[in-house]
């Protein structure tokens, strides 16, 4: 495993999984009308899983039900309580996977171990996406897939402002805040190669993003550059 990847701050990290544990229990209530225009992005997203999958940010297991048959999961948060409810829909829906405790800027597994890893709506609350994107860049394997369904900057400052705000307002209201919105600049910085890009909602910038990690394949030595 990489040594030298970058810590979520001890401070940051603790306030982000307060937020969400604080919220845990009726969290997917506070989303439910929502859901009903997210529930066929995240199935189309999905659809194209294979193989091990990562899911960052997991929350409740909401996106349990869409995965394709065959898939081995596993999902990673940062916050516990938030695991306990997944854990939950896991077991009424029988469905086998793993989920652990840890930080998307700082990945818990070797290099290469997923063909796929999937982020729905979680990198707006990530302090530095960038490097939780080059930490998804690194452990898919070269010829792997990174999905992503984000809000996006809307690319006037104008509405950045009002982004800002919103994300503060409703991280002291409801828990989680809304630190930054990410654009297709910060995906290619990561390393990413940025394979297909669909709109979903202009009103929220929301889009899906397909990725590549950009790899170099070495023949015969099952290792990436």
């Not at 996406?129 to 999905?147: F, N, Q």
């Not at 669909?198 to 170099?216: C, S, Y």
């Amino acid at each position: 495993m990489n040594e030298d990847k970058r810590q979520l701050p001890d401070q940051e990290r603790d306030a982000t999984r307060f937020r969400y544990n604080r919220i845990a229990r009726f969290y997917d209530l506070l989303e439910v009308f929502d859901e009903r225009r997210f529930r066929p992005w995240r199935l189309s997203l999905l659809a194209r899983s294979t193989g091990r999958v990562l899911e960052v940010g997991v929350g409740t297991g909401k996106n349990f039900p869409f995965y394709p048959s065959g898939v081995a999961l596993t999902g990673i948060d940062v916050a516990d309580k938030m695991l306990d409810v997944a854990r939950e829909r896991a077991a009424r829906m029988n469905l086998p996977v793993e989920l652990i405790l840890g930080d998307v800027q700082s990945l818990p597994f070797y290099d290469d171990t997923f063909d796929t890893a999937v982020s729905t709506f979680v990198f707006c609350s990530v302090p530095d996406p960038i490097g939780g994107l080059r930490e998804l860049r690194r452990v898919v394997k070269p010829e792997g897939r990174i999905l992503l369904l984000e809000h996006m900057h809307a690319g006037r400052p104008e509405a950045g402002v009002l982004e800002g705000l919103w994300g503060h307002l409703a991280g002291c209201l409801l828990g989680p805040e809304i630190r930054n919105r990410m654009d297709l600049a910060q995906v290619r910085l990561a390393g990413l190669e940025i394979e297909s890009v669909e709109p979903r909602q202009d009103e929220e910038h929301v889009q899906e993003i397909v990725a590549r990690p950009n790899k170099v394949i070495v023949q015969g030595a099952g290792m990436a550059a």
